[in-house]
């Protein structure tokens, strides 16, 4: 008999928490309610890094922002620290996220981001040039293979989806995960999905995506992939 998972039962949406987390970058560790993690229902956590995802640059961001040479989406942009940089370079790009919060902050920077999921329909489909997948956003949604070929249909033919991965000899993973603080808060489960490097080969193919190009930068591990 396989193992049943049990998930608790949610305090909040994990929105609610992420914009939460978000706007609260900046509040003093003693009246913060953080740090803030992602749990997963095996017991592991890993701790979500709101201040360095809303930091202006990160190191092996430039790798990703000048491999961008045309018209460029961002999926999953967050607060908006890559489309800003893109958008900095004289170049069309879009962010696009799910978190009012995220989307905020992102306009508040300079960037032109639009709420909403990658899944739903979206501006200029099959035009963009340049797909990013940054920041853990291959998990979204918790199948990498799903993902990557809703990128690949928004994609131009001649386009790219650049993906930033888990590094070599990570173990993949698809399942459920809730957002946790410190001092014990909890959201609602969502799904969500980690990727490797050296297992991003056979799930682009089932999205009809080779790999053109990988490459580490700062610690960092990226793909490039093309249809």
């Known amino acids: ?121 979206l501006p200029a489909e099959g035009t963009w040039t340049f797909v990013l997948l940054a920041d853990g956003n291959v998990g979204i949604g918790g199948d990498p293979a799903r993902l990557l070929r809703r990128c690949a249909e928004v994609m131009a033919a001649d386009g790219q989806l650049l993906v930033e991965l888990d590094p070599p000899g990570t173990p993949s993973f698809a399942g459920p995960v809730w957002i946790e603080t410190a001092t014990g808060r909890r959201s609602d489960s969502f799904p969500w999905a980690h990727l490797s490097l050296d297992g991003v080969e056979p799930v682009a193919a089932v999205a009809g995506l080779t790999v053109a190009e990988c490459w580490t930068d700062s610690g960092r591990w990226f793909a490039s992939l093309r249809k």
């Not at 961002?74 to 908006?80: H, T």
Request: net charge negative; aromatic share 4%; hydrophobic share 45%.
């Open 1 to 121: 008999m396989g193992t049943i998972s049990i998930i608790p039962a949610a305090d909040e949406s994990a929105l609610a928490m992420y914009a939460e987390g978000l706007a609260g970058v900046d509040t003093p560790a003693d009246e913060s309610d953080g740090p803030w993690f992602l749990r997963y229902d095996d017991g592991n956590r890993i701790m979500l890094e709101l201040a360095r995802w809303c930091a202006d640059v990160l190191p092996g961001d430039d790798s990703l922002v000048e491999r961008c040479v045309g018209p460029t989406l961002d999926v999953g942009c967050g607060p908006g620290r890559l489309a800003a940089a893109v958008r900095r370079r004289e170049l069309p790009v879009l962010g696009l996220d799910i978190s009012p919060e995220a989307v905020r902050i992102a306009r508040g920077r300079g960037a032109l981001v639009v709420q909403g999921s990658v899944f739903d329909e």
